[in-house]
């Protein structure tokens, strides 16, 4: 299994900042994984980053909004930038792990924007 | 596109009963599909896999099913209790990705 810490839990913030969310793995993968859950939603994957590439976008998310970067196989950060209340929302960080594929959540960091 | 559809209402059941969620899924057919609990304000923890070759999976208290015909798997908890009460997701990995789509999931209330 993969210990995931994400920083920070939780933020207030204001419409038009950006906020940088931080997350750490205990042990090297090739993937990672960003989500966004909205209130009463499920998850909805945002991208995939591997070390040494470009981060891959699903529909409806772009760089310009949501950067991420990936500088070694234990650590990624996911931007949300020009933000506004539709950002709010639990942002997730994810890795697959273990010979049956499952996938390994941080506790995820609850962002309201104002 | 792939879709997956779980219970949106809540699922209320009493302390020693069986608790049985449902997920539906069209348009693909996953090899594999996985069960995950989240409880408010964390993460989803993974619970069960279970192959399309595979009719059944038990772990302790909790049984999965899956009928590839049916395009459906059934999640079941036998002698559920009030700590089993949590939002239970249905996720089949995405056609040729490594990574997992997820359903709205069901919440499950167990009441003592």
């Known amino acids: 299994s993969a210990v995931i810490s994400q920083k920070p839990s939780r933020d207030i913030c204001q419409r038009g900042t950006s906020l940088t969310i931080q997350c750490q793995v205990d042990s090297q993968v090739t993937m990672m994984f960003w989500y966004r859950q909205q209130p009463g939603q499920s998850l909805t994957l945002i991208a995939t980053a591997n070390q040494g590439s470009e981060a891959t976008y699903e529909s409806g998310f772009v760089i310009d909004k949501f950067p991420i970067s990936r500088p070694n196989l234990t650590f990624s950060t996911l931007t949300v930038s020009n933000m506004s209340p539709e950002d709010s929302s639990i942002y997730l960080c994810?890795?697959?792990?273990?010979?049956?594929?499952?996938?390994?959540f941080g506790p995820g960091t609850r962002l309201l924007v104002l | 596109s792939q879709k997956i559809e779980q219970n949106s209402e809540a699922l209320n059941i009493q302390e020693g009963k069986t608790a049985t969620l449902t997920c539906n899924y069209t348009n693909y057919s996953p090899a594999y599909l996985q069960w995950y609990r989240q409880d408010p304000g964390r993460g989803p923890v993974f619970l069960l896999l279970i192959r399309e070759n595979e009719k059944e999976k038990r772990k302790e208290r909790l049984k999965v099913t899956f009928d590839t015909t049916l395009k459906q798997s059934l999640f079941h908890i036998t002698a559920s209790q009030p700590a089993d009460s949590a939002t239970y997701l249905c996720?089949?990995?995405?056609?040729?990705?490594?990574?997992?789509?997820f359903g709205k999931g069901t919440m499950l209330l167990v009441s003592p």
């Open positions: 994810s890795v697959t792990g273990g010979p049956l594929e499952t996938q390994y």
């Open positions: 996720a089949p990995p995405y056609s040729g990705y490594s990574t997992l789509t």
